[in-house]
């Protein structure tokens, strides 16, 4: 047997495998129960120096 053939099979079958079960791992983490205050955090972020722009405070210091 070649070596293509051989690491072909590989990937057809256990790469695959390891693949989809990163992904499934990945999707439970996500929604796993405890990260809802953390995502909520993170969507904040946006928002968090809305009294403040950033576009004004360089424009205050660009003034002498």
Known sequence: MDT???LREIADSW???ALFSF???AVIWAFRPGSRSTHRDASDIPFRHD???A???QEQEARP
């Open 4 to 6: 293509y053939s051989l």
């Open 55 to 57: 576009a004004r405070d």
């Open 15 to 17: 790469v695959l495998l």
């Open 23 to 25: 992904f499934i791992g």
């Open 51 to 53: 009294d403040h722009p």
